[in-house]
């Protein structure tokens, strides 16, 4: 470690890719304003946890493996701390109104925080004010949540993934003419929205051009239905790029219509199925946000937070890496994904007295 040295809240600055001290600690980016610091992470430890505060978490939905690696890094990291939690599932995108009563009966119920996967970064505002007027830190995890009033954010900015893919494709085109399919997820979603904006910045005065552009929910077969139609009504795609889902269901697309080597496939995040396409072949590359390790960041903010400790930035998340057929074997899966079989947590009691 070049550099290195002690930070308020257990942060310590590094030029080290991941630790091998295991999940204790690992590298992040603090995010100030437009500022971004690689730093080393340290969890807090149990006997640093001297009560058994209890967490509601909120996700968007549980249709795929990208939320239960989530909730397999925030249960994880539960059990270790000794604390407790509750997960409500608001069942997809466009369930908002679930959400809320969701969040709402946290508040009511007096949960000592809250982690908040948001279906919509502004739609939730209200709520995140009503939880910190009374006394509940807000942590926004994953998708992005606006406003002044959420205590940190614990997240990878979707910005920052896409504009990786589409850097990746700008470089794979050779400076040729490139033409994609772009499927970035539900219009209204914050970190969909940050996608666009990401993927296209990236190709911005290159010969990468998007033919079509379709958003919708991240279900499995919404995202196949709208790659099945594009590769119907758009017979000059090069490649599909895509939220995991759209990346999942591209590589079948493909595959299902004989047009691989013709039409390559890329995402922008990556859940165990890109991953496993990429070592296939079938997908070209993916960038990781190490969703597992986000969820154990989300949980050590709120805890430090609960501790009344000062965090050392508002906003961090693991620093993003990309994954090809070239640097797939490098990765640790388990800072990504779930364990196989692992079943999904919804309630756990505190051990901690």
Same mark, same amino acid.
């Given at each position: ?55 509601? *978490? ?9 939320? *239960?690696?989530?909730?397999?890094? @925030? =249960? ?14 608001? $069942? %997809? ?13 946290? #508040? ?6 809250? @982690?908040?996967?948001? #279906?919509?970064?502004? %739609? !939730?505002?209200?709520?995140? &004010? &009503? ?30 993934? =896409? ?5 990746? #494709?700008? &470089?794979?085109?050779? %400076?040729?003419?490139? !033409? ?7 219009? %209204? ?15 911005? $005065?290159? &010969?990468?051009?998007?033919a079509v552009t379709r958003r919708g929910d991240t279900g499995l077969n919404v995202q196949l239905d709208m790659i099945n139609n594009a590769l119907q ?26 047009? +691989? ?16 396409? @990429?070592?296939? $072949? ?20 709120v805890l430090r937070l609960l501790q009344g400790q000062k965090l050392p930035a508002k906003r961090a998340g693991p620093?993003?890496?990309? !994954?090809?057929?070239?640097? #797939?074997? +490098? ?16 309630? @756990? ?5």
């Open positions: 470690m070049k550099g290195a040295f002690a930070l308020m809240a257990g942060v310590v600055f590094a030029g080290v890719a991941h630790s091998q001290e295991g999940p204790s600690k690992f590298e992040v980016q603090l995010v100030d304003g437009g500022k971004k610091t690689d730093a080393e992470w340290t969890l807090l430890k149990k006997e640093e946890v001297t009560k058994p505060w209890n967490i509601c *978490v909120l996700f968007p939905h549980l249709k795929d493996s990208y939320w *239960v690696a989530a909730d397999y890094g @925030i =249960a994880d990291e539960i059990h270790r701390t000794g604390t407790a939690m509750t997960l409500y599932e608001a $069942g %997809g995108y466009g369930n908002l109104s679930t959400q809320l009563s969701q969040m709402d009966n946290c #508040i009511a119920q007096k949960f000592d925080g809250i @982690i908040l996967g948001a #279906i919509s970064a502004d %739609g !939730v505002g209200p709520l995140v &004010k &009503k939880a910190k007027d009374a006394g509940i830190p807000v942590i926004d995890f994953v998708n992005g949540v606006n406003g002044p009033d959420v205590a940190g954010h614990a997240l990878v900015s979707f910005y920052d993934l =896409a504009y990786e893919t589409g850097k990746y #494709i700008v &470089k794979q085109s050779g %400076g040729k003419p490139t !033409v994609v399919g772009f499927f970035p997820g539900p219009q %209204g979603a914050g970190w969909s929205d940050d996608a666009v904006r990401g993927f296209n910045d990236a190709i911005k $005065g290159s &010969k990468v051009q998007i009504t758009y017979d000059n795609l090069n490649w599909l790029v895509g939220v995991d889902i759209a990346g999942q269901a591209a590589a079948v697309a493909v595959r299902n219509a004989n047009l +691989s080597g013709k039409v390559d496939v890329a995402a922008f995040d990556i859940i165990p199925p890109v991953y496993d396409d @990429i070592a296939a $072949g079938a997908t070209k590359a993916s960038p990781t946000d190490f969703t597992v390790l986000q969820g154990r960041l989300a949980v050590d903010m620093k993003p890496e990309m !994954v090809t057929t070239e640097t #797939i074997k +490098s990765f640790n899966k388990t800072d990504m994904f779930a364990p196989p079989g692992y079943k999904v947590e919804f309630s @756990i009691e505190a051990t901690k007295k």
